[in-house]
């Protein structure tokens, strides 16, 4: 299909795509805590990721992340959830959530960056740690989910109020057939 039959116009939605990493060792978890001159998630704990590039593939741009922000470059990564973010207006977010393992006693050198500073945090301490809005409901899913399964599928709003609403989902509503939860 040529590009002028792409059906991409000025009116219609559009969603600018990102990616989000979870690296697990063991019962711990690779988190990135946002530095204190970020604009967005200063001091708060999320996972690794970012921005889709122009010419990049979802899978390409999370190794890039990875290898930019972790110094990570050889792990298997799985797609584990698929999120539509709707933010208002004509544009949205779809991120790409992706998890991979590090055996126990592999050694890793956490370099800090612009970003902030990488920490392995344990799945029990997570409660006490000043998380990004969404993660205390999404990490568990990431964990969770086996490298077997289909990807679920999440839809994040914001009410009135600008207070964040999240919906999982593993099949569409109304739809018959197994998706694989």
């Known amino acids: 299909m040529p590009v002028s039959d792409q059906g991409v116009f000025q ?15 063991g019962r711990e978890v690779l988190l990135l805590k946002g530095a204190p001159t970020k ?8 996972g690794i990721g970012g921005h889709v590039e122009q010419g990049e593939t979802i899978l390409s741009a999370a190794y890039r992340e990875l290898s930019e922000e972790a110094g990570i470059g050889n792990i298997d990564l799985n797609l584990c959830a698929i999120i539509t973010i709707d933010i208002g207006g004509k544009n949205g977010i779809g991120m790409f959530v992706f998890k991979g393992s590090i055996k126990e006693g592999t050694a890793i050198e956490l370099k800090p960056s612009v970003e902030g500073d ?59 057939s197994d998706l694989r939860s």
């Open 39 to 46: 604009r967005l998630w200063a001091n708060k704990y999320n």
């Open 11 to 25: 009116d219609r939605y559009s969603i600018i795509p990102r990616v989000l990493i979870f690296i697990t060792k």
């Open 118 to 176: 990488l920490e392995w945090v344990h799945q029990f301490d997570m409660v006490s740690v000043p998380l990004v809005e969404d993660l205390p409901v999404l990490i568990p899913r990431v964990l969770a989910h086996r490298a077997d399964q289909a990807p679920f599928y999440g839809q994040y709003s914001y009410s009135e109020g600008g207070v964040l609403q999240i919906r999982f989902i593993t099949r569409p509503e109304g739809h018959s």
